[in-house]
């Protein structure tokens, strides 16, 4: 076995030795990235060029296209289909028979009844930020981005961009709360406040969107925090 060590934890096909593990039956491309510590169950596919991060897991049956790229430490669970130019941030959960869509207007045949190549028609891409989670057979329909830490419930089909800490359900899915990194749905604080009861971090609510409140890498955030009118301390 020929072992080529590349940059951040990386690994080619040809240097498994720092998978955790991978299936025998799973298919994957010579020129994927496979970051050190993945586990690649039966059956799964990742296309030429598509790039894992460290500790990432691929369930059973599952579908990554080509130059997709999954950020370190997600979970994509048995059967969910990703497919390219898809862009997954750190932590995101895709759920069992999901599905990442990349044609917004597709064909099996143009017009005049000839078959489709690869070469007639656009690919475009679902992103998903770091730490969201895509439930059980929710559709993402390309173009859409989907924020940090949002929700999207089970058999939701996402048409539009969700905000950050969004959670959406429905076809089409529409946001009815929202939830912070814990996942829970968090509880109104009176006015623009928010407030996880799972964990107590406090968040507010501005011009439809959801900022964290407190923290040195939230400083940002802080300032949109405060009553109307004022200033951090």
């Known amino acids: 076995m020929v072992v080529r060590p590349l940059p951040n934890g990386f690994v080619t096909l040809v240097a498994m030795t720092n998978a955790r593990y991978i299936a025998a039956s799973a298919d994957i491309d010579e020129s994927a990235l496979i970051g050190e510590g993945c586990s690649i169950w039966h059956l799964a596919q990742i296309r030429e060029h598509a790039v894992l991060g460290p500790g990432?897991?691929?369930?059973?049956?599952?579908?990554?296209?080509?130059?997709?790229?999954?950020?370190?430490r997600t979970k994509i669970q048995n059967y969910a289909l990703v497919y390219e130019p898809a862009t997954l941030g750190e932590g995101v959960f895709i759920g069992p028979a999901a599905v990442l869509t990349n044609d917004r207007h597709p064909r099996a045949v143009s017009p005049d009844g000839v078959q489709k190549g690869a070469g007639d028609w656009t690919?475009?891409?679902?992103?998903?930020?770091e730490g969201a989670s895509i439930g059980a057979r929710a559709v993402c329909v390309a173009p859409v981005a989907i924020g940090r830490w949002a929700l999207v419930g089970a058999g939701a089909v996402v048409t539009a961009d969700v905000p950050d800490f969004a959670l959406v359900v429905g076809v089409p899915?529409?946001?009815?709360?929202?939830?912070?990194?814990?996942?829970?749905?968090?509880?109104?604080?009176?006015?623009?406040?928010?407030?996880?009861?799972?964990?107590?971090?406090?968040y507010v609510?501005?011009?439809?969107?959801?900022?964290?409140?407190?923290?040195?890498?939230?400083?940002?955030?802080?300032?949109?925090?405060?009553?109307?009118?004022?200033?951090p301390a």
């Open 123 to 129: 690919q475009v891409g679902v992103t998903v930020g």
């Open 56 to 72: 990432c897991v691929v369930g059973r049956g599952a579908y990554i296209g080509a130059g997709v790229r999954v950020g370190a």
């Open 173 to 202: 899915a529409k946001r009815i709360g929202w939830v912070g990194r814990y996942g829970v749905r968090l509880e109104s604080s009176g006015g623009c406040q928010w407030r996880c009861p799972a964990t107590g971090a406090t």
């Open 205 to 231: 609510e501005r011009d439809g969107r959801l900022f964290e409140c407190g923290g040195a890498e939230r400083e940002e955030s802080d300032e949109k925090c405060q009553p109307d009118g004022q200033s």
